[in-house]
Each structure stands twice: as structure tokens, then as C-alpha cells.
């Protein structure tokens, strides 16, 4: 499956954003997707997972009750809404997807860069 992520840009802290990620190439529905983020200097960490049917989400502590993680199986796209942003959520965001089946998320998007200013 090939992903393509979209939506990342500069906005100040308070602020909103929602990534976007559109699959191809495989049937999105079987896949669990996820968002995984790297900011300068760390390592990438886990932001927000989302099961085949939406029904269930996941989330990292640092970014519980402000981002939300969504998708839409009929337009094969996964979204991340991202609300009261800080600089510390400054970031290249990565979608990712794996098989039903499968332990590991094995499908990487080349990711969108979030800034978010002071």
C-alpha cells in the first residue's frame, strides 16, 4: 500500500491543523493505520492508532484530548485532527499502515512536517 500524507505547515501555539493520508493500492480497510511523529534530534514515538473499522483509537499521553485520529474507508484516507498545538508537537508526521494480520506497521508515507511557533 502506498501512502501519502498531507496537511503539515506552520501555525502558533493554540493552534490547528489536520494531517491527512491517502492510501493506495491495497484494500485500506484491512489495514490498521497510524500516525507516528519525529521531531529534530528524537527519536520517531507513537501518536495515534486507529483499528480497521475506526471503532477504536489509541493515543500517546502527550497527545490525548487534543488530537483526534479519524478515518474514512470509503475515500481509503486516514486524518489526524491536531487541536491547541504546542511547540513541543513541532514534528515530521508519518502515516503508517499495517495488515490486519500483521504485528508491525511495515508502510511508511514520507511524512509532512508540522512547526509550530512560539
Known amino acids: 500500500v502506498q501512502l501519502q500524507a498531507s496537511g503539515g505547515g506552520l501555525v502558533q501555539a493554540g493552534g490547528s491543523l489536520r494531517l491527512s493520508c491517502v492510501a493506495s493500492?491495497?484494500?485500506?480497510?484491512?489495514?490498521?493505520m497510524g500516525w507516528y511523529r519525529q521531531a529534530p534530534g528524537k527519536a520517531r514515538e507513537f501518536v495515534a492508532s486507529i483499528s480497521l473499522s475506526g471503532g477504536s483509537t489509541y493515543y500517546a499521553d502527550s497527545v490525548k484530548d487534543r488530537f483526534t485520529i479519524s478515518r474514512d474507508n470509503t475515500k481509503n484516507t486516514v486524518y489526524l485532527q491536531m487541536n491547541s498545538l504546542t511547540p513541543e508537537d513541532t514534528a515530521v508526521y508519518y502515516c503508517a499502515a499495517r495488515r490486519w494480520n500483521a504485528e508491525n506497521y511495515n508502510y511508511w508515507g514520507p511524512g509532512t512536517l508540522v512547526t509550530v511557533s512560539s
Open positions: 493500492g491495497r484494500t485500506f480497510s484491512n489495514y490498521f
